[in-house]
């Protein structure tokens, strides 16, 4: 089955710890995405990548850092760095970056 | 980011009514895209939007992309229980899709 995987589904980290959250798809798409969702607000753009060995930082990219080694994974780390990390995280795919984007089940990360 | 408004923010109906909701914006938008989340899970992708005025299917879902570019409406027609979900709406401009704040759908058997 065609998709996109993100594990783990639930992550829990004590405040201070980097965590790197997983993103995997095999629909061979070249643009990715990683979004943030909080209670009650829409998603917001935490960094994109449009092809391997690039990347974009999105509307609120700061205390998070990518990777885009390889066309499948985009894997992204929450640094002790983010103030507020506890949040519901997001991964998406498309064909390119204007192509509608298809997500993930999401991680829900929990930081005490 | 681009602000989308998307109202209204919840609906309570009984089931086998009808359902509407849009988004507006103050920027113009080149793609609109209809998605429904349920809790604790990923956006599912309902509708895509390509062009100005464009009006597409997709069972008892139909959306509408507004001719200024702007806006753009969902309904439902006939909503059975598992119609409730949140329903975001999703404007793309240059390299990102800028999303709304969801619409909370309560269906009343």
């Known amino acids: 089955d065609g998709g996109i995987t993100q594990s783990p589904k639930y992550l829990f980290r004590k405040e201070g710890q980097n965590v790197t959250l997983s993103c995997e798809q095999n629909?061979?798409?070249?643009?990715m995405y990683w979004y943030r969702q909080d209670p009650g607000q829409g998603l917001r753009l935490i960094y994109y990548s449009q092809i391997v060995n690039d990347f974009q930082k999105g509307d609120i990219a700061e205390g998070y850092s990518v990777s885009r080694e390889k066309k499948e994974s985009f894997p992204l780390t929450v640094t002790s760095a983010q103030k507020n990390p506890t949040a519901f995280y997001l991964c998406?795919?498309?064909?390119?970056?204007?192509?509608?984007?298809?997500f993930g089940p999401g991680t829900r990360l929990t930081v005490t | 980011g681009q602000q989308l408004n998307q109202s209204p923010q919840s609906m309570f109906i009984q089931e086998g009514e009808d359902v509407s909701m849009n988004c507006t914006s103050s920027?113009?938008?080149?793609?609109w895209l209809w998605y429904k989340q349920e809790p604790g899970e990923g956006p599912v992708l309902l509708i895509a939007l390509y062009k100005a005025g464009e009006l597409t299917s997709n069972g008892r879902l139909t959306a509408q992309f507004g001719i200024t570019r702007k806006d753009s409406f969902l309904n439902i027609s006939a909503s059975i229980p598992s119609d409730v979900g949140i329903y975001f709406c999703a404007g793309q401009s240059g390299n990102q899709f800028y999303f709304g704040t969801g619409t909370s759908l309560t269906v009343i058997p």
């Open positions: 920027s113009i938008f080149n793609t």
């Open positions: 629909l061979n798409h070249d643009a």
């Open positions: 998406a795919s498309s064909f390119t970056a204007t192509y509608e984007q298809y």
